[in-house]
């Protein structure tokens, strides 16, 4: 699987969005980008994914540029409940058995009231 | 729906001393099941998958075995822990088969101290 660059921590104002981006430089062809983010103490929770399209769902939205060699995450309206370390993962979606994915140490988004 | 559970919540082993933690799922079958370790201020590691009964795989070599006694149970064991054990662990699972969707849902951890 790819390799994926993200800053260490990044702040943001309640209310506001948050764009959390991700570098996979080296990504393929049938190689799926994944986020999920971790809240303290808690097991990773998964948010959004995608292939070429941008993407949306009720928690984000995913922003793949052209060349697929870099994403953003957009939380729209950021409350103190989404400070958490995000996580972003390039993966082949195998299917079936080999259905590993592979963390980084992720982004620690911290929500400012 | 689907549920995970994971227990105990918190453990304090001495060195030396064995591990049990346990997992199961409910309203699912034949799931694709996780073993991940997160040490203090780490990423997330894969320690161990398994596609079904008795089919286990390790992702890195270490002290620690997995077992599936059953579809929906997987044990993460230790017969001597070390110092080095210690950390936050999470059972995991995934629709088994799916070609397009292979979201991976986590149990709620255990964290284990190893003193």
């Known amino acids: 699987d790819a390799k994926t660059t993200q800053p260490p921590s990044m702040d943001c104002a309640e209310g506001r969005a948050a764009n959390l981006p991700c570098n996979h430089s080296t990504i393929s062809g049938n190689e799926y980008v994944y986020w999920y983010r971790q809240i303290h103490s808690q097991g990773p929770q998964y948010i959004i994914h995608?292939?070429?399209n941008n993407e949306t769902n009720e928690m984000a939205s995913l922003i793949i540029t052209e060349d697929r060699k870099s994403s953003t995450l957009i939380l729209p309206h950021a409350t103190l409940r989404d400070t958490a370390v995000y996580y972003c993962?390039?993966?082949?979606?195998?299917?079936?058995?080999?259905?590993?994915?592979?963390f980084g140490t992720g982004t620690l988004l911290a929500v400012q009231p | 729906s689907q549920t995970i559970h994971q227990w105990p919540a918190t453990l304090v082993q001495p060195v030396g001393s064995p591990l049990s933690l346990e997992c199961t799922v409910e309203?699912?079958?034949?799931?694709?099941l996780y073993w991940y370790r997160q040490a203090a201020g780490r990423g997330l590691q894969l320690l161990f998958y398994?596609?079904?009964?008795?089919?286990i795989s390790s992702e890195v070599p270490q002290n620690l075995s997995a077992s599936r006694p059953q579809d929906r149970q997987f044990i993460l064991s230790s017969k001597k822990l070390l110092l080095s054990d210690s950390g936050f662990y999470l059972c995991?699972?995934?629709?088994?088969?799916?070609?397009?969707?292979?979201?991976?849902?986590f149990g709620p951890g255990t964290r284990l101290t190893v003193l």
């Open positions: 398994s596609v079904g009964i008795g089919q």
């Open positions: 309203g699912t079958s034949n799931p694709n």
């Open positions: 995608g292939l070429k």
């Open positions: 995991a699972w995934s629709v088994r088969g799916s070609l397009t969707y292979n979201e991976q849902f």
């Open positions: 993962i390039v993966r082949v979606n195998y299917g079936g058995a080999t259905n590993k994915l592979i």
